[in-house]
C-alpha cells in the first residue's frame, strides 16, 4: 500500500518510525560501525521489532504481540548470558534517564494503536528495540563478548542524549498532529475569564524549610521589644544594652547546663522577652525541636540523651546567628541530622560502646566552647563524617565477599520473575485448580531454570511454554466426539514433556508421577465426562520465608519464593539505594534494621547488614515490597530528623 493510500495514523506510525530508524542509524555511524553490512542489520532489526510490536507485521495485533514482549531481552543464550544482562540494564537505563519524553510517546503510541495502554517494554520505539538493534550490530560486526561489553559502555551516553532529544521530536510531531498526549502538570492552568485577557503563569513558590517555616511563625507572634509610638517603627535596641542582655543569657545557659544537663528552656525564662523577635523565634525553634527529638521513636535511647546535650550549643550559636536553624546546609543542622541517622544505625547495647562514646566526646567539644560558631559545629561535623565513614566501611566488609553468591542469586531471582510472569499471562482466569497448583508449584521452577541456564531463545524455553500452554487448554470441556479423539491423541506428548521438565529440575519419576497425578486425574475425569474440580481460588501470599543456606553461610528472606503477584508486575516499586536503612520484622516477629550495601543489577535481591545483630542476610526486593504492604517493614527515610520535627510542629499548628 503506498503512504498516499494509508490512513493518517498509519501515516504517522511510519513517519516516527522513519525518524527512529535514522537516529539510530546516526548513533551508530558516529561511534564508528559505519561498514554497510552492520548498518542495515541494526536498522532491520529495529524495523522488524516496532512493526512487530505496533501489530504490523503478519496481521498481528497489538494485543496478541503484548504477550511476546515480556522478557524479551532478559536471558538469551548460555554463553551471551553477561551480555544480554548488560543490554537488560542498558535498557532500564534509558527509561530512566528519557522519564519524560517516553511517558508522552507511551501515551501517543497508545491512541495512534487503539489500546488503553502500551506496558514499559512494549512502545515500538523504545529502549528495547534500541536494545534489539544493538544486539543485531554486535552479531553482525562479528564481535567478541569484550568487543560486545564495550560497545555497550561506548553508546550508553550518546544513546541516552540521542534518544532524549529525538524523543522530544516525536513528542512534537504528535502534538502538531493534533494528539495530546502529554501535557506537564505545571501548565493546566483554569480558562480566564471571556473579558480578561491571559495572565502569565506565576513562577512556582520556593519551597521554605520545614524548620525556617516554623522559626519565621514563631518570631511572627512575639512582641516587638521597646515598642515605638502609634505609627512608627519600633525603636532598635541599644547595641550596649543588646550585648549585656545577650551577655545575660549566655550566663544564664551556662547555669542551666550545669544544673538541668542540658534541657534549658530559654523561650520560658523572663530573658527570652528581652530578646529580639527573630532571635526569640529561632531559640524557641531549637527548644520546641529538641523537644520531639527527645521523644522520637526511631531513635535508640542511648543515642536520644547525646542529642539532648547538643540543645544547649544552638541555643548559642542562634543568639548570633539566629537562621542557623533554619538552613539545612549549616554544619549545626547537619550535625544533628548526621548524629541521628548514625545513632538510628546502631545497636542498643554494649556492641556500640566505642561509638557512642565517640558521639558523646563530639558533643562535649561544642559543650565546652565558650561561644560555639559555625567553624566549631563545621569541625565537629568533620569528627563525626569520619566516624560514620569507618562504620559504614565495617558494614560494606561484612558483606563484600557474599556479593559473587548474592548476584547469582539475583540473576536467579530474575529468571523465576520472568516466568512468573510468563506463567501469569498462560493461566486463565477458570483454570482448574489441579493444572493451575501444579503449573505454579512445579512448573515456574522448570521455566525458572531453563531461562537462568538457557535464556528465552533458546528452543527448550519456547516448548515448555508451549507445554504450560497446551496444559492450560487440557483442562477445557470436551464438546464433540472429535474433540475427544484429539485429546486422547495429544495427552501422552504432553505428559511426557512434563515428565522430562520435572525431571530437568531433579525430580525422579515416582516424584513426577505424584506432582503430575492431579492432572492425570483431571483429564481422565474429563474425558469421561464427570464433574471436574473448578477454578482454584485467588489466595493471599504467603509470608516471606527465611532460610540459611548452609553453603554460603548466609540467611535467604523470601529468596526462591513464588509470589502470584511476580506475575502481575513488571517494575520493582521500592526505591532503595544502597544506603537506606530499613526496618524488617522477620518471620519469628523479631524486628531487625538493616542497611543496604549492595543490590543487584536486576533489582531482585539486595545485600543487607543487620546493625541489630551484626549479621548479612540477602532479601528479595519482592518479598521486601510485600512485607512493606503487610506493614511488616518500612524503609527509613534518610530525611534530617530537625527537618521532621519541624514538619511535625507545624502540622500540629494548622491542625
Not at 566505642?354 to 561535623?381: H, K
Not at 563525626?384 to 566501611?393: P, W, Y
Not at 483454570?431 to 535464556?455: C, E, K, M, N
Not at 483442562?475 to 472429535?482: D, E, K, L, N, V
Request: with cysteine; hydrophobic share 45%.
Amino acid at each position: 500500500m503506498s503512504s498516499s493510500q494509508l490512513s493518517p495514523g498509519a501515516t504517522l506510525i511510519q513517519a516516527l518510525r522513519s525518524a527512529f530508524l535514522v537516529e539510530l542509524e546516526n548513533i551508530v555511524r558516529t561511534l564508528g560501525h559505519d561498514r554497510t553490512g552492520v548498518v542495515e542489520a541494526v536498522r532491520e532489526a529495529a524495523g522488524q521489532q516496532h512493526d512487530e510490536l505496533a501489530g504490523l507485521r503478519g496481521r498481528m495485533g497489538f494485543e496478541q504481540t503484548k504477550a511476546l514482549t515480556a522478557s524479551r531481552i532478559s536471558l538469551v543464550h548460555e554463553d551471551e548470558l553477561t551480555f544480554t544482562l548488560e543490554l537488560g540494564d542498558l535498557a532500564r537505563g534509558l527509561r530512566e534517564r528519557c522519564g519524560t519524553e517516553l511517558a508522552a510517546l507511551h501515551s501517543g503510541y497508545a491512541k495512534l494503536l487503539s489500546v488503553a495502554e502500551i506496558g514499559p517494554e512494549q512502545l515500538p520505539i523504545g529502549p528495547e528495540t534500541v536494545c534489539q538493534s544493538l544486539r543485531a550490530l554486535a552479531d553482525a560486526a562479528s564481535m567478541s563478548s569484550e568487543q560486545r561489553l564495550r560497545l555497550l559502555e561506548d553508546i550508553a551516553s550518546p544513546l541516552a542524549e540521542g534518544l532524549r532529544q529525538l524523543y522530544g521530536q516525536l513528542n512534537a510531531m504528535l502534538v502538531e498532529a493534533g494528539i495530546q498526549a502529554y501535557r506537564p502538570p505545571a501548565t493546566r492552568e483554569a480558562s480566564p475569564p471571556a473579558s480578561s485577557a491571559p495572565a502569565p503563569n506565576p513562577p512556582p513558590a520556593p519551597l521554605q524549610d520545614p524548620a525556617a517555616a516554623l522559626q519565621q511563625q514563631l518570631s511572627a507572634r512575639l512582641p516587638s521589644q521597646l515598642p515605638a509610638a502609634s505609627g512608627t517603627a519600633p525603636t532598635a535596641l541599644d547595641p550596649s544594652l543588646a550585648a549585656a542582655i545577650l551577655g545575660q543569657v549566655r550566663t544564664w545557659l551556662a547555669q542551666s547546663r550545669q544544673a538541668r544537663q542540658g534541657e534549658a528552656h530559654l523561650s520560658g525564662s523572663g530573658l527570652a522577652p528581652l530578646l529580639p523577635a527573630a532571635v526569640a523565634g529561632a531559640v524557641e525553634t531549637v527548644e520546641q525541636i529538641f523537644s520531639l527529638i527527645a521523644t522520637h521513636p526511631d531513635l535508640p535511647a542511648r543515642i536520644k540523651p547525646i542529642l539532648a546535650e547538643l540543645q544547649t550549643p544552638m541555643l548559642l550559636l542562634v543568639l548570633d546567628d539566629a537562621g542557623a536553624i533554619g538552613e539545612p546546609a549549616h554544619p549545626a543542622r547537619q550535625l544533628i541530622d548526621g548524629i541521628a541517622s548514625f545513632g538510628m544505625r546502631l545497636p542498643d547495647d554494649r556492641r556500640a560502646d566505642t561509638e557512642y562514646r565517640e558521639l558523646a566526646d563530639i558533643v562535649t567539644s561544642l559543650q565546652d566552647a565558650t561561644t560555639p560558631d559555625e567553624r566549631a559545629f563545621a569541625l565537629a561535623l568533620e569528627r563525626l563524617q569520619a566516624i560514620a565513614t569507618l562504620h559504614d566501611s565495617a558494614c560494606q566488609q561484612h558483606t563484600a565477599p557474599l556479593i559473587d553468591n548474592a548476584a547469582r542469586l539475583d540473576r536467579r531471582e530474575h529468571a523465576l520473575h520472568a516466568a512468573s510472569r510468563a506463567l501469569a499471562r498462560i493461566i486463565e482466569p477458570d483454570t482448574p485448580s489441579p493444572i493451575h497448583d501444579f503449573l505454579w508449584t512445579w512448573w515456574v521452577q522448570v521455566l525458572a531454570r531453563t531461562l537462568y541456564r538457557l535464556g528465552d531463545k533458546h528452543p527448550r524455553w519456547r516448548e515448555q511454554l508451549n507445554a504450560a500452554h497446551q496444559l492450560v487448554l487440557s483442562g477445557h470441556r470436551i464438546h464433540s466426539p472429535q474433540e475427544r479423539a484429539r485429546r486422547i491423541d495429544l495427552l501422552p506428548q504432553l505428559i511426557g514433556s512434563l515428565q522430562e521438565g520435572l525431571a530437568g529440575v531433579g525430580l525422579d519419576g515416582g516424584a513426577c508421577e505424584r506432582a503430575l497425578a492431579p492432572c492425570v486425574d483431571l483429564h481422565a475425569a474429563i474425558l469421561n465426562g464427570q464433574p471436574v474440580p473448578g477454578a482454584a481460588e485467588q489466595m493471599a501470599d504467603p509470608l516471606p520465608g527465611l532460610i540459611v543456606d548452609p553453603t554460603i553461610k548466609l540467611r535467604l528472606f523470601g529468596i526462591g519464593q513464588v509470589l502470584h503477584e511476580q506475575g502481575r508486575h513488571t517494575t520493582e516499586p521500592l526505591g532503595i539505594t544502597t544506603d537506606s536503612l530499613l526496618e524488617i520484622r522477620l518471620p519469628d516477629e523479631s524486628l531487625i534494621r538493616a542497611s543496604a550495601t549492595w543490590i543487584g543489577t536486576h533489582r531482585q535481591v539486595a545485600l543487607l547488614f543487620s546493625h541489630t545483630d551484626g549479621n548479612p542476610l540477602a532479601m528479595s526486593l519482592k518479598a521486601l515490597a510485600r512485607l512493606v504492604s503487610l506493614q511488616r517493614a518500612r524503609i527509613l527515610r534518610d530525611r534530617g530528623i530537625v527537618e521532621q520535627a519541624a514538619a511535625q510542629l507545624l502540622r500540629r499548628t494548622a491542625g
